[in-house]
């Protein structure tokens, strides 16, 4: 059974950092793209960063480019993002989801982990 | 960027066929992934490249594609068809892989 699982999620300040973590199993971790997508409370779905398969290539939305940084460990099926200079606009759930390279299509999610950026 | 747009709220009566629009500017050239979220869990993926449905998605799920408008389609909609439904395209030329739309509240009545 595919799953994937987010973590780290807290309550941090303003200006603070985070790091989340989603590990992954029921596939093979190293043939997939790995994508982190957030919804602010109330909204949709917004798309924040792509890794690809070795973590050669990554590419961030410009709302956290130069802030956050988007890895991968395959070794241990687990993948990361690490945010820095938080604001109250980084305030969202963070989904974790794979891509089948090339297709554009995150068939699989996990359930979320809840960042909350406050004073 | 590319931008999709959904209309916020779409409402159908038990039984009926209720239809979800996206619209982006030439989005029939692209593949177009459709989600959908019921409150408090994550997307999950309903169609995908226009038209094809996962395994374990109903039948009652369909999609089409053609022009500037994509459109999902839910047949005998039932109570538990109610949740955000979310259309999606990659935009594969651009550093912004992934594009989704506004999200539309579907309300059985």
């Known amino acids: 059974e595919v799953q994937l699982v987010e973590s780290g999620g807290d309550l941090v300040q303003p200006g603070g950092s985070l790091r989340l973590s989603c590990a992954v199993s029921g596939f093979t971790f190293s043939t997939y793209w790995m994508h982190w997508v957030r919804q602010p409370p109330g909204k949709g779905l917004v798309w924040v960063s792509r890794i690809n398969i070795d973590g050669g290539s990554t590419t961030y939305a410009d709302s956290v480019k130069g802030r956050f940084t988007i890895s991968r460990d395959n070794a241990k099926n687990t993948l990361y993002l690490q945010m820095n200079t938080l604001g109250a606009e980084d305030t969202a759930v963070y989904y974790c989801a794979r891509e089948a390279a090339y297709t554009g299509i995150g068939d699989y999610w996990g359930q979320g982990t809840l960042v909350t950026v406050s004073s | 960027s590319y931008v999709l747009t959904q209309p916020p709220s779409v409402s159908v009566a038990p039984g009926q066929t209720a239809r979800i629009t996206c619209g982006g500017n030439?989005?029939?050239?692209?593949?177009v992934h459709w989600y959908r979220q019921k409150p408090g869990q994550a997307p999950v993926l309903v169609v995908y490249d226009d038209s094809d449905r996962p395994s374990g998605i109903p039948e009652r799920f369909s999609g089409s594609n053609s022009g500037n408008t994509a459109t999902l389609t839910i047949s005998r909609v039932e109570a538990g068809d109610e949740a955000d439904y979310y259309c999606?395209?990659?935009?594969?030329?651009?550093?912004?892989?992934?594009?989704f739309g506004g999200g539309t509240k579907l309300t059985v009545l």
């Open positions: 999606q395209v990659w935009d594969s030329g651009r550093d912004h892989p992934w594009v």
């Open positions: 030439n989005i029939g050239s692209k593949s």
